[in-house]
């Protein structure tokens, strides 16, 4: 099942959630900023153990101080720079393969790479879905 939410992703009752993130898995702004902040130091100790990883790549954190058990981290840019379609695609199916093999039943995506990456919101919804 799909929905379709409008919320605060550091807050949902999931077994994992998605971050767009840069390479070198640097959570300062936007969302991945959100989320490390929220999860705390955790997050991003283990970003650092994890770095650098390819565009489209996924690894997984744990989710530290949110509900959720995992953060997976898709690197959808260099650090500050632009996206695109095609790394999109890979980051999603490297997202959704890794939420696949950490056993998780219930996934919180982002519309990755509209912040920072500056790609079009609704271009991205269509690619992710």
């Known amino acids: ?11 949902l009752e999931v077994d994992a959630i998605a971050n767009a993130a840069n390479t070198q898995l640097r ?8 989320i490390s902040r929220a999860g705390g130091p955790t997050v991003q100790r283990e970003s650092d153990e994890r770095a650098p990883i390819g565009l489209g790549e996924a690894v997984e954190t744990g989710g530290g101080d949110m509900p959720c058990e995992w953060v997976i981290h898709a690197a959808t840019m260099e650090l500050g720079g632009p996206t695109s379609a095609e790394i999109i695609r890979r980051a999603t199916a490297s997202t959704l393969e890794r939420a ?5 039943r219930s996934l919180a995506l982002v519309a990755f790479g509209t912040g920072v990456g500056g790609f079009p919101l609704e271009e991205a919804a269509r690619i992710e879905v």
């Open 1 to 11: 099942m799909i929905e379709v939410l409008d919320a605060d992703i550091t807050k």
């Open 27 to 34: 959570h300062g702004g936007g969302v991945a900023g959100a």
């Open 100 to 104: 696949d093999q950490l056993g998780a």
